[in-house]
């Protein structure tokens, strides 16, 4: 099955017309896009988006073939119209079948919101998903086995490629493209970093792909440790990177800690923006849980606090104890943390605080604690593949 896409940006485009925004701004050249809309094997029009003949004109093919407009947005949009050569555009209810002369099979897949998902099949079995903006497959029952390929709002919605490898319809082999990009994300490197680690990828408009065949399907870092000062947004950073994955284990470090209000806020806001399918554990018993053969993504919110669990367990903070073993118990249990990250079979984020930057500690033991903090840092970071550092809600990759 030939794949063409004449647009893969939002409904109303990228940049939005009008839109005074600095990812707008960027959107030029090979980063603009027009409204989504898939042509498959020339028969076949998934969204009639206005410039769809042009778009094809562009991208060297040719709409007079199509012999089916599909429709799969909530509702029909701005005015479009409708080349003669093209049949008026319909939509498929929930569940039904429809096949075309061409030997296409076509079934309607419900969604958890208002629109149509479609399921494409090629004479030859090939088999594609299409999601509409905003749109998640409603249920596992509606989904088979592996596509080959899908297309959905990645970004927008990235439970709901989560409910899809759940279900078994993303597998190791499935070429997953992000499709209805908009100004959520700046577009060029930012946008591709940040599909990778979910697996997906972007492609300019007017890119002809063939269905089933062998892709480089981005595979996400095993174990990833994000960096970053108060509220550079690093938490949310290590969160967005497991957005995708249906069962993630949040691996809280902080504990409880009773009568303080702000911490309880911050800690509720923590729980709101994660998706309801996580499970969580507050515990700094890390090596235990990097050593476990299961198959949950861990996500280990942060590294700080479980240095400050650790110092505490060795006596840091007291001079005489710190110099009658303290230091070399920590080093030690430094060295069993990192080891337990090299050796991990999990996919892991690990979130730490940068402090080297920041204001000279006036107490020895805000020196002590800065210092060590920086060595964790170093010693976690050689084990991972990808480092990354957030400042002011930018992230940058240190290594990838």
């Known amino acids: 099955m030939e794949l063409t896409l004449l647009g893969t940006g939002a409904p109303t485009g990228l940049p939005r017309p009008d839109c005074p925004c600095a990812a707008c701004a960027r959107a030029t050249g090979g980063d603009a896009r027009a409204a989504t809309a898939l042509l498959l094997d020339g028969t076949l029009l998934l969204d009639l988006t206005p410039g769809s003949a042009l778009a094809a004109a562009r991208a060297g093919k040719t709409l007079h073939g199509v012999r089916q407009v599909l429709l799969s947005h909530p509702h029909d949009g701005p005015p479009v119209e409708v080349p003669a050569a093209l049949p008026q555009p319909v939509r498929v209810p929930d569940g039904q079948e429809l096949s075309l002369l061409s030997g296409h099979r076509v079934r309607a897949v419900a969604l958890d919101a208002p629109g149509t998902g479609y399921e494409v099949a090629d004479p030859d079995g090939e088999r594609l998903l299409y999601l509409p903006p905003e ?37 190791p082999t499935t070429d997953v ?6 100004h959520d994300v700046p577009p060029g490197g930012e946008l591709r970093r940040r599909l990778a680690a979910a697996g997906a990828r972007p492609v300019p408009d007017g890119t002809t792909l063939a269905v089933g065949a062998y892709q480089d399907v981005p595979e996400p870092p095993r174990r990833t440790l994000v960096l970053g000062g108060a509220r550079s947004g690093k938490s949310v950073e290590a969160e967005r990177r497991l957005a995708t994955y249906p069962d993630v284990l949040y691996v809280a470090t902080s504990g409880r800690r009773e009568g303080d209000p702000d911490w309880a806020a911050r800690v509720a806001a923590h729980r709101a923006r994660r998706p309801a399918s996580w499970r969580t554990v507050e515990t700094c018993d890390l090596v235990p849980l990097l050593a476990a053969p299961e198959e949950p ?83 976690v970071a050689a084990e991972c593949e990808t480092v990354l550092l957030a400042v002011a809600g930018v992230v940058t990759p240190l290594r990838s």
């Open 135 to 171: 749109g998640a497959v409603a249920g596992h029952e509606q989904v088979g086995g592996p596509y080959a390929m899908v297309l959905l709002d990645v970004i927008g919605r990235p439970d709901g490629l989560a409910r899809l490898r759940a279900a078994g319809a993303v597998g």
């Open 297 to 379: 993504a861990l996500l280990v919110d942060c590294l700080a606090l479980w240095l400050t669990d650790a110092m505490d367990a060795v006596g840091a903070w007291e001079d005489a104890r710190w110099e009658r073993g303290g230091a070399r118990a920590l080093a030690e249990r430094v060295a069993e943390l990192a080891a337990a990250v090299r050796e991990t079979q999990r996919r892991v984020v690990l979130v730490s605080n940068e402090v080297g930057s920041g204001v000279h500690p006036e107490t020895p033991a805000g020196r002590r604690f800065r210092d060590e903090l920086g060595r964790l840092n170093a010693a």
């Open 177 to 182: 493209v992000a499709v209805h990009l908009d």
